[in-house]
Every structure is written in C-alpha cells, then in structure tokens.
C-alpha cells in the first residue's frame, strides 16, 4: 500500500458516511475476505485471500458515488456486496488495499405498480422479503434461485442469477426493466422502464451480470408476474437413461411448452434426496399459471413422457412436492453446513455449465468419468439439468469428496480447482459456456479467453472504458494477469 494508509482509508470513508456506517471489526473483515468459493476454509477460520480494510455501508446514492469516486482516486479496490452468496471468488480480493461496499441498507421497496406490472426496489433488498410482500398481495417476482433467502436484488442482477421457474419466468435479464447504477468515478446513471426499446445496443447489459466489476447498482425495477399457487401441477418420472431423459426435455421445450419446473436428475445426485431412489434417473415438472393454461402443459407433457417406453411414474409423488418446498437454501442450511466442516473434512460443491442438445450428454458422461478417473478420495459427482431452452440446458454438477490430509487450506488446488477444470474444459471443447448462472468471479476467470474467443476483446474494451484504473472489483472477470496485455 505505497499511497493511502489503512487508517487513511477507515477515517475518510467515515467522513464520507458515518462512524456507524464503517465496520473495522477483525471478525468480520476476516469473514468477509472470502465467500462460499472457499466454505471450507472459511469453516475451519483459514484466511488465504486479502483482508479488506473495512466494509462501508452506504445508506443513499450519494454516498455510493462518493466512496466510489474516493477509491477511483486513491488507487482502493472496491468489492461491491449485497447478500454475500457469492460462490465463485467474486467478493475475494485480487488487490490491495480493498474495501467491501455492502449495499445492505439500501433496503427499501420504491415503487409497487400493479398497472404496469413492475415493482422498483433498492439493491440490499433480500429478494425472500420483497416476493413474500408480493405473494400477499397476489404478485410474484417469478424469480426462486436456490439462495432467494439469501441473496438481494443488487447481487442477483450483478450476477445474471437465475432461478428454479426459469422455464416460464426467464432469468433474471429478462426480468429486469430498468436500473440506477453508480460508475466508479461516482457518476450517477439511470436506465428508464419501458416495455422495449429499440434505441441501439441494449444497455442494461452493461449492468447486468458485471459482477461489480463496472459498477455499483443501486435500483432495480423488475416484472412482476401474477402469483397462483392453485394452480400447480407436479409430474415425476424415473427413466432408464440420462440420453431419454434430455430426449425428452428437449421435445418438451422444442415443441413449445413453458413449465416452469423442468429438471432431469442423475440417480447419484438424487440419492442426496431420496436414497432408496439411487437406481434411475428422475424427471420433474411443475406448471402453473392461468388454470387452462397450467392444465394444458400439465396434460402435454404427461402424454409426452409416457410415450416413452423407458419412462415410469415416481412414486410417492408427494416426496417431490416436500423436495421442492425445501430445496432454497436459509441461513440454516448455510449455518449446518459450516457445523459439518468444522468437524469433518467432507466436502461437497457444484460447478454448473451449459451447452446445445447435440453436445449435453456427451459433456455429462465425459466429466463425471474424468473426474471418477483422476480425482482421488471422490465420495461421488453426479448432476442434473434445472434450465431448458429451445437450443440446448444447463449441467449443474454436484460432487463431493473427503479431504484425505484434512487441509483446508491446500484443498482447493488438490480437488475443487481441478475438477472445476475438467469440468470447464469438456464443456469448452463441445461449444458450451463454462457458467450458466454463477457468473465468472475470479474462479473461472483464468479461462475467460477460451470463454469467449475472437470477442475477447470486445469484453476487455468494455471494462476497461468504463473502469480504466480497474478500481471495480479487479481480477473479477479478467485476472490482473490479462488486464494489461496488448489486444
Ligand atoms: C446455497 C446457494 C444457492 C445458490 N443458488 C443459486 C441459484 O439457484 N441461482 C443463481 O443464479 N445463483 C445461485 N447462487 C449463487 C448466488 O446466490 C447468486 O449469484 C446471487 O445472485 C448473489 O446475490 P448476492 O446478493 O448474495 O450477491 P453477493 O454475494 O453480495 O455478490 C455477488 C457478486 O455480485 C457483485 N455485487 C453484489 N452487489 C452488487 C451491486 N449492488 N452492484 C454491483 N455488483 C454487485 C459482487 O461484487 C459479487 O461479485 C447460490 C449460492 C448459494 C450459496
């Protein structure tokens, strides 16, 4: 740190807010130097990323662009944060000094507007309480991404989230309408709500999935959506092979129909849930919507998946309808998890991808051999596809494994990193995208070039015009390594 001192930076980020607004408790600056990327380690209180100087929480825009611009002069690396679910190395720092500017107590929900369907919030507010007013009030979001309880709007647009109803709700870019965001030089801009707009490129991309990486969102406005649980319908099927099992996807989305739920389940990742179903693959739908409507996609699909000889129903169906109400994830979960790896050196995660129909099974049976192949102490990989589209899915992977030296701190570079590589690698080498709704962080980042070939450039352009000293989260997206290169 060659021009700003740390108390410096603690004592004009109080001026710039409030002594109440800035945290320097050790605890908590330790806890915040890593997010889920490194659960274990973080578990076991082994800190091996920088450790940010403070968090600030701004309580208005006005002080966001003035701690923005005071970093963007100083030479501070800003980590934006808002709910802290971050799982691919995005609110670790690759710089120091850094500061975290935590979104949290831009808390409040602007504007409800049932006659244009949208609703304005401010960053920090978790989604769960925003949907839980709407569902009252007969609206929802449409947006239920496995964390809903623990991510807020500012995150889940920085990260281009999406959610389990995506079939028939889209993800979060086809939600948001509009948004206030603050660039590093403490500009203020805003984008307006309209229904389309055909005004050139469409700029909320800019925003939207920059993993605070451009800048600091501070509003969101998003669609809103009618809120009928009455009109569910669930559908479970086991089916003999994976292959049927995307077959079938497949025809359903091809052929039109929107459920909102469409997953298929690898046996070993769904004996997690039910291990007396261990032997096949396993199918499940919701639908809902207008009743005809939900009753009609409900009646297709049924007919759809019996047609097929190597389908059965499952049984009980209620144990699918108990899995869905419980698979978000509350602090519980998060708190339950942290017990275990205190204790034990079992480790389990998830790195998920996408690709074309053509390539996905052939991308599943790769990795999980590879990875059965050459990673050692595997407990188990397995995987499931949550998100279809008409042109291919999503892979989530899920695998576990017990560190066999009990080492948190050396477990990433034997294990997580290179089976996030075998995995990253089979997928780049079909044509898919190495992440499909966790965003790059500064986990996949090494492989960003291969992401995107000859457009490369045109991502690095943008970064670097909008963030030119790299004040916003730096090494997210691109590592320090590629920012300076010639083009
Ligand atoms: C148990 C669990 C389940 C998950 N399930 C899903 C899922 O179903 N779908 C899914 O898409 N993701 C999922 N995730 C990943 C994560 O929850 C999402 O990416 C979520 O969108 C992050 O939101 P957040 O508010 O927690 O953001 P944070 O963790 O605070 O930040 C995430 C990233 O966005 C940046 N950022 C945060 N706030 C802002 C802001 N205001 N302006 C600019 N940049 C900002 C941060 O710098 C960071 O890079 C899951 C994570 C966990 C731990």
């Known amino acids: 740190m060659d021009t700003v001192t740390k108390d410096a930076i603690v004592q004009q980020l109080i001026q710039l807010t409030s002594r109440d607004q800035v945290?320097?408790?050790?605890?908590?600056?330790?806890?915040?130097?890593?997010?889920?990327?490194?659960?274990?380690?973080?578990?076991?209180?082994?800190?091996?990323?920088?450790?940010?100087?403070?968090?600030?929480?701004?309580?208005?825009?006005?002080?966001?662009?003035?701690?923005?611009?005071?970093?963007?002069?100083?030479?501070?690396?800003?980590?934006?944060?808002?709910?802290?679910?971050?799982?691919?190395?995005?609110?670790?720092?690759?710089?120091?000094?850094?500061?975290?500017?935590?979104?949290?107590?831009?808390?409040?929900?602007?504007?409800?507007?049932?006659?244009?369907?949208?609703?304005?919030?401010?960053?920090?507010?978790?989604?769960?309480?925003?949907?839980?007013?709407?569902?009252?009030?007969?609206?929802?979001?449409?947006?239920?991404?496995?964390s809903q309880p623990l991510a807020d709007f500012g995150g889940l647009v920085a990260t281009r989230s999406i959610g389990q109803l995506s079939t028939l709700y889209g993800g979060i870019e086809d939600m948001v309408v509009g948004l206030e965001a603050v660039m590093p030089d403490g500009r203020i801009v805003r984008i307006k709500n309209v229904p389309r707009r055909s005004v050139g490129p469409d700029i909320r991309h800019v925003f939207i999935g920059n993993e605070g990486s451009?800048?600091?969102?501070?509003?969101?406005?998003?669609?809103?959506?009618?809120?009928?649980?009455d009109t569910y319908h669930y559908l479970a099927y086991t089916v003999d092979t994976m292959r049927e099992g995307f077959r079938l996807l497949r025809d359903i989305v091809a052929a039109g129909y929107r459920p909102s739920v469409i997953r298929l389940y690898d046996?070993?990742?769904?004996?997690?849930?039910?291990?007396?179903?261990?032997?096949?693959?396993?199918?499940?739908?919701?639908?809902?919507?207008?009743?005809?409507?939900s009753d009609a996609t409900a009646g297709a699909i049924k007919a759809m998946v019996e047609a097929s000889s190597q389908t059965q129903p499952y049984e009980p169906l209620d144990e699918i309808i108990d899995w869905f109400k419980h698979l978000t994830w509350t602090q519980k979960e998060v708190d339950a998890e942290v017990n275990q790896l205190e204790k034990t050196p079992f480790v389990g995660f998830t790195t998920e991808v996408a690709a074309n129909w053509h390539e996905i099974a052939n991308i599943f049976e790769a990795v999980t051999a590879r990875v059965k192949k050459e990673i050692p102490n595997l407990y188990g990989i397995g995987g499931h596809s949550s998100h279809s589209y008409v042109n291919g899915t999503n892979l989530y992977f899920v695998y576990a494994f017990i560190d066999a030296e009990d080492d948190p701190a050396g477990e990433m570079a034997r294990y997580h990193d290179p089976i996030n590589k075998i995995i990253v690698e089979e997928t780049l080498k079909r044509g898919g995208t190495m992440s499909h709704h966790h965003g790059v962080g500064k986990a996949r980042a090494p492989f960003i070039k291969e992401e995107y070939g000859s457009s490369y450039w045109v991502l690095k352009t943008l970064l670097k015009s909008f963030d030119p000293k790299n004040t916003m989260n730096a090494g997210n997206i691109i590592p320090l390594e590629f920012w300076d290169e010639p083009d």
């Not at 825009?61 to 995005?90: F, H």
Request: net charge negative; hydrophobic share 35%.
């Open 267 to 293: 046996a070993q990742d769904w004996s997690q849930f039910y291990p007396k179903h261990a032997e096949k693959p396993v199918l499940i739908f919701r639908t809902e919507g207008p009743q005809p409507l």
């Open 214 to 229: 451009i800048a600091f969102i501070t509003e969101v406005t998003v669609k809103l959506f009618p809120y009928l649980p």
């Open 23 to 146: 945290n320097v408790d050790p605890d908590q600056l330790n806890y915040a130097s890593l997010d889920f990327y490194r659960k274990y380690p973080r578990a076991r209180k082994i800190y091996q990323a920088p450790i940010p100087v403070a968090i600030v929480y701004p309580e208005n825009v006005a002080q966001v662009a003035a701690v923005l611009k005071y970093a963007n002069d100083t030479g501070v690396n800003v980590i934006p944060r808002t709910g802290g679910s971050e799982i691919e190395r995005g609110l670790e720092s690759a710089r120091e000094p850094h500061i975290i500017v935590d979104g949290s107590r831009l808390n409040q929900i602007l504007k409800f507007d049932p006659e244009d369907m949208q609703l304005t919030v401010q960053a920090g507010v978790p989604l769960k309480q925003a949907e839980d007013w709407l569902n009252e009030k007969g609206y929802t979001t449409g947006h239920l991404p496995q």
